[in-house]
């Protein structure tokens, strides 16, 4: 058996990342775009300025490229910098068969202990399993109750994680929270929190701004290819049909 551990922003296609328009990142479509593609509400969290920009960072400092971040928030006060991930945390149907089974209530689990077994020491620089080691989940991540991710998101995991930063992005934001929120046969969402010292502090009030900033609406929903394309020319790459 493969017990590799993939990061699951490497797997999804970079190289689609590096041809798409600034309209990827500008927190509007992406509202726009996760309405159409997944039927999920988005909105900006209360105090909390849209860049129309993105960030890629690593985990490690002059590691590879792990995490692929658009949009890009930032509180009024400067003292945090909210980043979602570019790509949508969902793997359909045929990925599934293409990656080798790691199926979609599986890609968050694997996301996260890919990044924090990088920081520990229990993945190489790529998030491939080193030999003999078993990454202990529980120990690193805490979880919402369950009654909390429901009323918080309408979700059905809310994990959270701290990521210690070698590398302050911007040269100051020197803290990072992780969360990462699912719903079963939904998309999941991968948010990066980092902070200034003084951000820190104020971590849980942060936490707090997220709360029905994403929202899976109550609907039959089901994955269609060919929508999540429309809505991804429609909305992301600007191209109006």
Not at 73 to 88: A, F, G, I, T
Not at 190 to 196: E, N, Q, R, V, W
Not at 214 to 221: A, G, L, Q
């Given at each position: 058996m493969n017990k590799r551990i993939l990061f699951f922003s490497v797997l999804l296609p970079l190289s689609l990342f590096g041809q798409q328009t600034t309209h990827r990142y500008s927190f509007d479509a992406n509202i726009k775009y996760y309405a159409d593609a997944f039927d999920v509400e988005l909105a900006v969290p209360e105090g909390m300025v849209d860049l129309n920009a993105s960030a890629a960072i690593r985990i490690r400092k002059e590691y590879r490229l792990a995490f692929c971040g658009g949009p890009l928030?930032?509180?009024?006060?400067?003292?945090?910098?909210?980043?979602?991930?570019?790509?949508?945390l969902f793997i359909s149907e045929n990925l599934h068969k293409s990656i080798g089974g790691i199926n979609n209530d599986q890609a968050h689990r694997n996301l996260i202990s890919s990044e924090?077994?990088?920081?520990?020491?229990?993945?190489d620089e790529l998030g491939g399993l080193l030999s003999g080691k078993t990454f202990p989940f529980d120990e690193y991540v805490s979880?919402?109750?369950?009654?909390?991710?429901?009323?918080w998101f309408?979700?059905?995991?809310?994990f959270v994680y701290d990521l210690p930063v070698d590398d302050p992005y911007q040269g100051i934001y020197n803290h990072c929270t992780g969360v990462v929120i699912t719903k079963k046969g939904r998309t999941g969402f991968?948010?990066?929190?980092?902070?200034?010292d003084e951000g820190k502090k104020n971590e849980k009030r942060y936490l707090?701004?997220?709360?029905?900033?994403?929202?899976?609406?109550?609907?039959?929903?089901?994955?269609?290819?060919?929508?999540?394309?429309r809505a991804i020319r429609k909305h992301w790459d600007g191209v109006s049909e």
């Open positions: 928030l930032q509180s009024e006060d400067r003292e945090c910098v909210l980043m979602y991930k570019s790509n949508p924090l077994g990088t920081v520990h020491g229990y993945c979880a919402f109750p369950e009654e909390q991710a429901r009323e309408n979700a059905d995991s809310v991968a948010l990066k929190l980092y902070f200034t707090q701004s997220l709360r029905k900033t994403i929202w899976y609406r109550d609907t039959e929903w089901k994955y269609d290819r060919e929508n999540d394309k």
